[in-house]
């Protein structure tokens, strides 16, 4: 490990509560965890930040025992585990307790019978359940985790079926609790109840080691970060580091991308500034699911070869600017134009007729139908191009399988294989291939035009996007990668709590100066 | 896949198979004898063949309707309901055929069932589309409502005095016996053929197939690719409903000459087992149909033997060992919890 040095990890001479040594695991080509060490101390809170992707979730998963890793140590108060055998139960054994992202609670159940669910107190083979509630009483005047253990968990907010979630893993005697994108959920004044049951939580002693991606609340409680990228810990900040420095540690430019990386005015300037827009946005905006604004109020203008990147931390509305402007989403106010006509009512079928083109964020959920056929994925929105007098065209969508297959480099390159036998990357050329070989494309929307891709893929996706570019269609790509949108986009636009907090020419975007717009530092 | 989905309905068969032969020697009987007799009552003889056929048809037009909406993702439970709408329709319009060629009155008989059963369908599916309102739900509760209305309306305005049943129809609209020595089997059964054919070539070569499949695999990427949801389901729903209202063809125009209340009763629910023994495949829901033919005819020819009801096990069993080795039932299931 060549990283910084290691701040505030091991200091004094007892065990660390958790200690991880070389941990790796593999996804095909993609590295998920690249020799990971962690140590948190007792009663220490402990941040792990990073893009999507750096690899958080996978390391918290397999320390709970979810995941199997290739290779690593791991330490739980001084005892050696094996990695090999590791389990959830072996994980809940050594005081090891993880609170999920997705709850994973009995609606129907009362609060009680949802904790001690699976290890029920009996007294003379009756269950027993007015002990188990005293000690939840008891649980939650000590740490501030007040909730009624006689109530249904459906009748709970969201911040108190976290609390249950919480109860059931000190209930089972949880020394170390892993929490996994715990503010996610929860509404601003929860997350502040919620840290200062994390505080007291480590004044008795246990460890919380959260991940996250919200900086501001990193800084507000973590006594030490880890940052990691591509995998990898890049970075071992102790508490008091500001969220811009956080941030540029998050998303600095590593060697690898400054080597591939063209600079963004060797791009021939075919963008004529004059030329009409082909796809604009007028004071969108968009519902988010379950309440509030997604979209708070934007406005773009994209001209013939034009590229326009939004950076930004996942869940600033990204998701739906990107579904509205496909027509998935309805729209609340505000109007979306296509070669200059409204379409902010027309159903999507008619925006792809019109030469829109979308590479949706989830590949699996959107992009493909994972159990249909190559053959069949490359017709996917596409249809009417094939169809003569209502019957498929068989010889022509063969073919036009075959190509895209072939120009996009798909591997295996067998038409009748199902999408989801597919590798990640594979899957992803074909949705990219397939968008940009639609005849009349005017404008393309790519979310995560390379998530979860290897390197040398990313770099024939970049290469077809930017020949887009430069033959004129106008692309608005949405990534989390900030090195992806330096290579590809004229303008980077900053979207933060649904709005574009900053347009930033790409030649001018630093990573400091983007991560500070991510993070609202600058707002 | 498909050499294991064959695989697990032949085991299927041979489990159901196997129970029976148990049941039958704890009755006293040779399973040998039985099947022989069983067989030898159904294939073997003209008679049984064409009867075979014509307990087939009506299993074949409601498996299908299960199947096109299945593989659009939705669940069909409201062929029984739908087959009588269709069927008193066609029986309405074939009383008033009088004089037209056969082919113009029997095709306005299969318009009418068709249009009947295709209404029926679309409202649980314009209720789903519009409302959310779960299509299960609703078919099963437009099944009691179907009933009470054909009853009704019969009683009321149609049925002949004193029965209940509606006028004959004309007898350019009767489809033709197979002559199979006097049994019930018409050209009904070929047009039941014809349907799994067309439903077939539909879902694969049509552009609306290929949208309503993509319906059933995936909803979020079949939108992503400009499939208009909404329309989708109404469709769907509707051809389903359409089919099961086709059920009369062999029943009203091929065999009774009218439709009476109870006619081809039950058959709507087998069209689930039906569909499910074929997977939800056009072109298996044949074969799964003339299997349950086979069992409801032979039952009656070994009841001399052994209770009708062992056939009746073999059934439930075959259904049984079929559902719990299917995916699609699975993934529905997956698909309730959420």
């Given amino acids: 490990m060549t990283g910084p040095a290691a701040i505030g990890a091991g200091e004094g001479g007892e065990a660390a509560a958790l200690s991880l040594e070389g941990v790796t695991k593999r996804y095909g080509a993609l590295l998920a965890n690249d020799h990971v060490a962690l140590e948190v101390a007792a009663g220490q809170v402990h941040a792990i930040v990073g893009e999507n992707g750096a690899g958080k979730s996978t390391l918290l998963q397999i320390v709970y025992g979810t995941v199997a890793a290739d290779a690593g140590r791991l330490r739980v108060r001084g005892r050696d585990l094996d990695l090999a055998r590791h389990s959830p139960a072996t994980a809940i054994a050594a005081g090891l307790g993880m609170v999920h992202q997705h709850f994973m609670l009995v609606p129907t159940l009362r609060v009680v019978e949802n904790v001690v669910l699976g290890r029920e107190p009996r007294r003379r083979g009756r269950l027993d359940l007015d002990a188990a509630a005293a000690e939840i009483a008891a649980l939650g005047e000590r740490h501030g985790l007040r909730v009624d253990p006689w109530r249904r968990v459906e009748q709970l907010t969201v911040g108190e079926q976290q609390r249950v979630e919480l109860i059931k893993i000190l209930w089972r005697g949880a020394q170390t609790l892993l929490l996994d994108e715990p503010t996610a959920v929860l509404a601003p004044t929860e997350v502040g109840d919620l840290f200062a049951v994390l505080r007291s939580l480590a004044a008795a002693g246990k460890s919380v080691v959260l991940v996250s991606h919200k900086l501001d609340e990193v800084t507000a409680i973590a006594d030490a970060v880890t940052v990691m990228r591509h995998g990898r810990v890049v970075a071992r900040l102790a508490a008091g580091t500001s969220s811009a420095e956080i941030a540029s540690a998050m998303v600095g430019t590593d060697a690898a991308s400054q080597l591939t990386a063209a600079a963004p005015g060797a791009r021939p300037a075919t963008a004529s500034r004059q030329a009409a827009a082909v796809l604009a946005a007028r004071d969108l905006v968009v519902p988010r699911d379950g309440g509030g604004r997604g979209v708070d109020g934007v406005s773009f203008e994209l001209r013939p070869g034009e590229v326009l990147g939004v950076a930004g931390v996942q869940g600033n509305g990204q998701s739906e600017l990107a579904l509205a402007l496909a027509g998935l989403l309805p729209v609340r106010s505000g109007r979306v134009l296509l070669d200059g006509i409204d379409v902010t009512a027309a159903p999507t079928g008619e925006r792809l007729a019109r030469g829109l083109g979308q590479v949706p964020e989830d590949r699996l959920l959107r992009g493909l139908v994972p159990a249909f056929d190559l053959a069949e994925n490359a017709l996917l929105g596409r249809q009417p191009e094939f169809t003569a007098r209502g019957l498929l065209a068989r010889g022509r969508i063969a073919r036009h399988a075959a190509e895209l297959i072939a120009a996009s480099d798909v591997r295996p390159p067998d038409p009748s294989l199902p999408a989801a036998s597919l590798s990640g990357g594979n899957q992803q050329k074909l949705v990219v291939g397939r968008e940009l070989s639609r005849p009349g494309l005017r404008a393309l929307v790519c979310a995560e035009p390379t998530r979860g891709v290897d390197v040398a893929a990313a770099a024939g996706i970049h290469r077809r996007l930017r020949q887009a570019a430069d033959s004129g269609v106008a692309l608005l790509i949405i990534s989390t990668d900030l090195a992806e949108l330096r290579r590809l986009a004229d303008r980077i636009a900053v979207m933060y709590r649904g709005r574009f907090a900053a347009v930033l020419e790409a030649a001018q975007a630093s990573d400091r100066a983007l991560g500070q717009w991510m993070t609202g530092a600058t707002a | ?338």
């Fill in chain 2, 1 to 338: 896949m498909r050499t294991r989905a064959a695989t697990s309905i032949a085991i299927a068969l041979l489990i159901a198979m196997a129970a029976a032969s148990l049941l039958i020697l704890a009755y006293g009987q040779s399973p040998g004898h039985v099947y022989a007799v069983l067989l030898g009552h159904t294939w073997g003889d003209r008679y049984g063949l064409g009867q075979v056929l014509f307990k087939s048809t009506p299993l074949i037009f409601t498996g299908l309707a299960v199947a096109v909406a299945f593989q659009a993702g939705l669940f069909n439970i409201g062929a029984e309901g739908q087959l009588l709408v269709g069927g008193l329709a066609m029986a309405l319009v074939g009383a008033r055929c009088g004089g037209l060629p056969a082919p113009l009155a029997i095709g306005l008989c299969l318009a009418a069932g068709a249009l009947a059963g295709a209404a029926l369908g679309a409202l649980p599916g314009w209720l789903r589309a519009r409302f959310g309102a779960h299509e299960v739900i609703n078919t099963i509760m437009l099944n009691f409502i179907a009933q009470a209305l054909a009853l009704w309306l019969g009683r009321r305005f149609f049925f002949v005095e004193q029965t209940v049943h509606t006028p004959a129809i004309a007898d350019c609209a009767r489809l033709p016996a197979l002559g199979l020595a006097g049994s019930a089997a018409s050209v009904g059964f070929a047009l039941a053929l014809l349907a799994a054919i067309a439903v077939h070539g539909l879902m694969r070569h049509t552009r609306l197939g290929f949208e309503l499949r993509a319906l059933g695999q995936s909803a979020t990427a079949a939108a992503a690719g400009g499939v208009a949801i909404g329309r989708a389901i109404v469709v769907a729903m509707a051809l389903s409903g359409g089919l099961a209202g086709l059920v009369g063809a062999g029943t009203v125009l091929g065999y009774k000459g009218y439709y009476e209340e109870g006619i081809a009763s039950g058959s709507g629910f087998m069209g689930i087992a039906v569909a499910l023994l074929g997977r939800n495949r056009p072109l298996w829901i044949v074969p799964a149909a003339l299997l349950f033919g086979t069992l409801a005819h032979g039952g009656l020819a070994v009841n001399a033997l052994v209770p009708k009801e062992i056939v009746e096990v073999i059934q439930a069993i075959v259904i049984l060992a079929i559902a719990a080795s299917s995916s699609d039932l699975q993934r529905l299931a997956a698909q309730g919890q959420r």
